[in-house]
């Protein structure tokens, strides 16, 4: 143990994040704080500063709530200070580490090729295991590798397209992504439930046919995939990619325990600044990167929206945790023209969603329903790439484990999410008449 440390130190003291050491949460809470005067927004993030907190959740009004990831030996200090300032602070989680054994990934057989159990969370390999046996056996998929991420992963794009239009153009598409953020497994997972569907039509559903007759459906698993790899095997609540050192501010120590990386939902170059809802820092977790499209993962993200953009209707970027079904601007409070629109397709869809197993998701403009932060992917697929009906969809649930949802709810979150995607591609083609 000692050897690696030492190993570690001299290797840089930039970036040593030993895979294998796994981190631990004991005694490390989460607290829901209601901030009760307008001044202690200001207060409590400051807080975050200087106990090193990390912000599962902001408030998204002024009765909202935070939720806030705290140390076992800053607990009481930071409890004691909300105190001091008129807030009211509770333990929500009381051992983050107690629910990361909840819903560490199972040991689970291997399945016959093309198939992917929906009861669990699945490494990259078997990922891509998965997406491969899906195109050799299936002759309208097309596996494309938008760009490789920082270490060497490649990250796939499956497209599901069964042919031109009579009239020789492209279909409308529908094009859905999940993992940006590495601790939010359950996005991939429903995106691998979705693409299941697709191409397995396990239920025998008699509107696949349908669906894939009049849309072409582009569907990215993991848009992270180092950061998911590292939040699997190292830390299971990383949320940016593994970019190392910055500049010179933290380089030679690096950042400590909250280790470098780029949030890369805060990196897309629509509108991007730190100072709106992110960070100039690298050790935070809103760490907005040096530059708009800095990393190799928004640059492969933002190119390959670009490129579907003259036939691309709706884009899906996937996350947890809060059930929220939400969409541009995360830059500004300022509606976009046709929000009304975007508004309504929202509503069918969560209407659908809710009919599942009846859970609710509100629909609303980023930085009303959420809060302000530019660099955003949803941003950038409506105002750059010119997608109209652009959404983050944050899926469950909305307090009992945040992003620790235990495998036994990937089935009924994608049987949700998938509902609410279908009633939003029939919305659309009754909307566009496909
Ligand atoms: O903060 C985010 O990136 C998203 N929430 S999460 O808890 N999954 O991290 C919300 C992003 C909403 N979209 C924009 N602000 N553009
Ligand atoms: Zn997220």
Request: with cysteine; proline share 5%; hydrophobic share 25%.
């Given at each position: 143990m000692k050897t690696i440390w030492l190993a570690c130190l001299l290797v840089v003291a930039v970036n040593c994040r030993p895979e294998s050491l796994e981190k631990r949460y004991d005694g490390h809470q989460v607290l829901k704080v209601f901030?009760?005067?307008?001044?202690n927004f200001k207060n409590i993030e400051a807080l975050g500063a200087k106990y090193n907190l990390d912000f599962w959740n902001h408030p998204k009004h002024q009765n909202g709530t935070y939720d806030i990831q705290v140390s076992p030996e800053h607990v009481t200090d930071v409890i004691n200070e909300l105190k001091s300032l008129g807030a009211d602070a509770s333990v929500?989680?009381?051992?983050i580490q107690s629910l990361i054994d909840e819903s560490r990934p199972s040991d689970h057989q291997k399945r016959a090729s093309g198939t992917l159990s929906m009861n669990h969370y699945h490494s990259y390999a078997e990922i891509n295991t998965f997406l491969n046996s899906i195109v050799s056996s299936n002759s309208h998929t097309h596996l494309d590798n938008l760009g490789t991420s920082l270490q060497g992963r490649s990250i796939n794009l499956i497209r599901f397209s069964t042919g031109s239009t009579s009239r020789g153009t492209h279909k409308k598409s529908i094009f859905m992504d999940g993992g940006i953020h590495a601790r939010e497994w359950i996005a991939p997972a429903v995106v691998l439930y979705m693409i299941d569907q697709l191409a397995n039509n396990p239920n025998n559903d008699p509107d696949i046919a349908n669906l894939l007759d009049k849309f072409d459906w582009y569907l990215v698993p993991l848009v992270n995939p180092d950061g998911y790899e590292y939040s699997r095997n190292?830390?299971?609540m990383w949320r940016k990619n593994m970019a190392s050192s910055y500049g010179t501010q933290h380089s030679f120590f690096g950042c400590g325990s909250n280790e470098m990386g780029v949030d890369l939902n805060r990196n897309f170059g629509y509108h991007w600044d730190p100072a709106n809802g992110g960070s100039?820092?690298?050790?935070?977790?809103?760490?907005?990167?040096?530059?708009?499209?800095?990393e190799p993962e928004t640059k492969a993200m933002a190119h390959a929206l670009d490129s579907v953009t003259?036939?691309?209707?709706a884009y899906l970027n996937i996350h947890s945790y809060g059930q929220y079904w939400i969409y541009p601007w995360g830059y500004t409070r300022h509606l976009p023209p046709d929000a009304a629109d975007l508004d309504h397709l929202g509503r069918v869809a969560t209407t659908a969603l809710y009919h599942v197993h009846g859970s609710r998701y509100t629909v609303g403009e980023d930085t009303v329903v959420l809060y302000s932060a530019a660099g955003g992917a949803d941003d950038y697929a409506k105002?750059?790439?010119?997608?109209?009906?652009a959404y983050t969809v944050e899926l469950g649930d909305t307090g009992k484990y945040g992003f620790l949802l235990p495998e036994r709810y990937i089935q009924t979150s994608g049987q949700e999410l998938w509902a609410g995607v279908k009633a939003m591609a029939h919305e659309l083609i009754r909307l566009y008449h496909l």
């Open positions: 901030p009760n005067l307008l001044e929500w989680i009381h051992d190292g830390d299971r100039f820092d690298q050790c935070q977790e809103t760490y907005a990167g040096p530059h708009a499209l800095s003259s036939h691309t209707l105002g750059h790439s010119g997608i109209k009906y």
